[in-house]
């Protein structure tokens, strides 16, 4: 993804790059492989730091983690003040801020920058989300927004300053977190379709071919249809059904998870996402648990083409859901670390070069210019209607889906959720209740204000008391 990104800026008009990596062997195979570039090779970090004009600006892109640190220091102690040193890995958005804490007294700007598009937009143009200081960006932006996609509908370069310091990882982490929810909704669809009506992936693959042309157009429907068309040039099986089903993970879709606990806002889509996925890698558990019963009988939906429209807009909804939740994310996060993030913005900069680039990304900006302290995404007029459209579908889905025995997690979740989000009046007052039998937590009332407890050991009359602290 480096030397692509390299590639990239190196094809603007008057950009010249110097390039390193720690093994020199990469570096001149890079420069020999690409001469329209015009790479300056550098063979050491003082080479490198020499070959770069002033003020200097670095993109590190390596592993995230420890080698970060290792690259950052070595730059760190080489760059003058009013440099810039760009982390454009997957890091962890605490390290991030951790980083410019410790950057900052010397002068140099570092900006954790979130950036996705893989490979390929890597090189042709990715969704870049950097942080760190407004100043820095001032020299930063134009760069960036060089290389970076540009949307269909107004040629809009997709970058802009997310926040100070971890803003922009954090964002990009929670990119990865929604790009968790819409794969893993896709893979449901793709399954509950093949399991309910026998068609093959050829077949499926054809049908994601057709979604892909109207409001579900995306960039992870329109490879998932070539996935499935893909043949095993071995045994000539479907390539799908060759390939483990044991999901990898590199740890963002779980960070995005353990952080909304943290925040306490509801990602119930991400978590099952990134859930399913780790069931999936439970082999020996998965091995033992094979023989447990399941519902009598095989499984053909009656109306197939009626069965798949109904996928088709369960699909839908539950993908506004995990975005949804993905916004909510994002704003209990800028609340938390003082990020002015504008949503608005973010939706922006994810309608192209991103992997979770979509059409419905344009409704999501349309949604917060109209109201940009919209409660949640999926209350926005656009949404709410799409989701009444599609409610009915969404249950008949999912019902079909635990009838048949077929696991639905991300379907179904998020259905939970939209009624959760819906419903006039939650159980969670019998919890309270329950957590103030036991543990006098204390409760309100719905009638007045204050704070009550009821003595259960006593004789069970309510006192007005003061909020447990815990
Ligand atoms: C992107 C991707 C990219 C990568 C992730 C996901 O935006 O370009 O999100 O960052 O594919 O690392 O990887 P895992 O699925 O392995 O967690």
Redesign the pocket.
């Known amino acids: 993804m480096g030397s692509n990104l390299a590639r990239n800026l190196a094809s603007r008009e008057g950009n010249t790059v110097a390039v390193f990596n720690r093994s020199p062997e990469r570096t001149r195979t890079l420069v020999t492989e690409h001469p329209e570039a015009g790479f300056v090779a550098a063979e050491s970090y003082d080479e490198f730091v020499a070959s770069l004009a002033t003020p200097r600006t670095a993109i590190i892109m390596v592993q995230a983690g420890r080698g970060t640190d290792a690259v950052i220091s070595e730059l760190v102690s080489r760059f003058e003040p009013g440099d810039i040193i760009v982390d454009g890995g ?1 890091a962890n958005f605490h390290d991030t801020i951790r980083r410019e804490g410790e950057i900052s007294p010397t002068g140099i700007h570092f900006v954790g920058t979130g950036i ?3 490979e390929e ?1 890597a090189l042709n143009g990715p969704s870049i989300m950097p942080g760190g200081t407004a100043e820095s960006y001032e020299t930063l932006g134009p760069i960036l927004e060089t290389i970076a996609a540009r949307a269909p509908e107004d040629g809009a370069p997709c970058v802009t300053h997310v926040g100070t310091d971890g803003a922009g990882h954090f964002v990009k982490m929670v ?2 977190g929604i ?1 968790y929810a819409d794969m893993q909704l896709i893979a449901e669809a793709y399954d509950l379709i093949r399991q309910g009506t026998g068609k093959t992936p050829a077949e499926i693959a054809d049908i994601f071919a057709e979604w892909n042309t109207g409001e579900l157009e995306s960039y992870l429907i329109e490879i998932t249809a070539e996935v499935l068309r893909q043949v095993d040039a071995e045994t000539g099986a479907p390539l799908v059904d060759v390939i483990l089903d044991s999901a ?6 779980a960070w995005t998870v353990q952080n909304a606990l943290d925040l306490g806002v509801p990602v119930s889509g991400i978590a099952e996402a990134v859930f399913a996925r780790s069931l999936s890698s439970q082999r020996a558990q998965r091995e033992a648990a094979a023989s447990l019963p399941g519902p009598d009988g095989g499984w053909a939906v009656a109306d197939a083409d009626a069965f798949i429209e109904d996928v088709r807009q369960a699909l839908y909804a539950s993908k506004i859901i995990a975005y949804s939740q993905g916004f909510d994310e994002i704003i209990a996060g800028a609340a938390q670390f003082g990020w002015d993030v504008k949503k608005g913005d973010i939706a922006r900069i994810w309608r192209a070069g ?2 979770i680039r979509a059409r419905f990304l344009n409704r999501i900006a349309d949604a917060y210019a109209e109201d940009p302290e919209l409660l949640a995404l999926v209350v926005a007029p656009y949404f709410r209607d799409a989701v009444a459209g599609a409610q009915q579908a969404w249950r008949r889905v999912v019902v079909a889906a635990a009838q048949a025995g077929i696991p639905a997690p991300a379907f179904s979740s998020s259905l939970a959720y939209y009624d959760g989000l819906r419903a006039e009046r939650l159980p969670a007052a019998l919890v309270q209740g329950q957590r103030d039998f036991f543990g006098a937590h204390t409760y309100q009332r719905v009638d007045k204000p204050g704070v009550f407890h009821t003595l259960w050991s006593g004789d069970r009359s309510e006192i007005e008391t003061t909020p447990s602290s815990h």
């Open positions: 997957n996705s598009g893989g937009g990119h990865n790009e990898g993970a590199k740890g963002t879709g991103c992997i």
